[in-house]
């Protein structure tokens, strides 16, 4: 599935490894409530960034054959990607994907991923459905505590807030808008983990597929707003899971979504919003993917 090399960190261990890899910034040009993003090198570095970040799920490719080599077709199937970002990561920097497989036969593993220079860009966990075992963010939800001062980016937000349907899909060659300003073709062609997956018929789905990165696009370039925020907040991604519960998903095919808000939370420097993204074949009830994602506002842009 991947000709990407996975060894184990050293002769007995139960740690594997893939490659140092140098995950790309496509979101220079992103927008949204009429300035540039976290992606933007200036304005990340008004915010005391070192310049414009990576954005977190692109790191999720590099655990892609992690989990091919642990679970096989099932992973492509039923996997599951659920971290919580430590540190940002900035275009050029090198970094390497961890998990270790001394559980996997229960249906999961720890992972994390470092620099080069050993510093933590995220930890986690990746599983194996159709009966997912709880993931690194279940945890994270489940020891929530509740944000007690007043929320004044996030005032309007409330939790069971919950959209109507939309339908969405990724078109391999168009661009995703502002928010997404690149291709699902110019994506692959920097993509961190090539695969014959996600390139044509040759693979056991006989099309393309989508990459479990882009299942976060697909959720999130056209999603209907669920509350308003200050127009110059900034956001960033604290937290993210994308599950495939009846997988793979797939390029050029329509969908549909809706989106719910099951926590808020906060600290010193953020609000955070945490909203759960169901994904469905059109007209049916039981949702094929989801997707939870924690956005933090930056307290300090508005």
Known sequence: MFATPVSPLEPGSSVIAGPLRAPRNLLGRQTYGDHA????????????????????????????????????????????????????????????????????????????????DGL????????????????ALDMRLKDLKPYAE??????????????DRRRVRISTHEQMGDLYPFSLREKLEVITEPSPLYEGPDNPFGRPTLPMEMLSVLTNYDAPPLFRTDPRAIGLFADQEIRLLQGPLFPDEDYEIDREIVALSGSRRTESVWIMTRIYRPGEEAPIATVLLNSAFLKDSV
């Open 37 to 116: 993003s976290i992606h933007d090198d200036l304005t990340a570095q008004k915010l005391g960034f070192r310049g414009g970040t990576v954005e977190g799920p692109t790191h999720f490719s590099q655990f892609a054959p992690l989990g091919a080599l642990l679970w096989g077709e099932d992973w492509v199937r039923h996997g599951c990607v659920s971290a919580h970002f430590r540190n940002p990561a900035y275009d050029g920097d090198e970094v390497r994907a961890f998990a270790d497989r001394a559980t996997a036969e229960q249906g999961w593993a720890n992972v994390w991923m470092t620099k080069a």
């Open 120 to 135: 933590e860009i995220l930890t986690g966990t990746i599983s194996v459905g159709p009966d997912h075992p709880p993931t």
């Open 150 to 163: 007043p929320l004044r980016v996030l005032q309007a937000a409330r939790v069971g807030m919950r959209s």
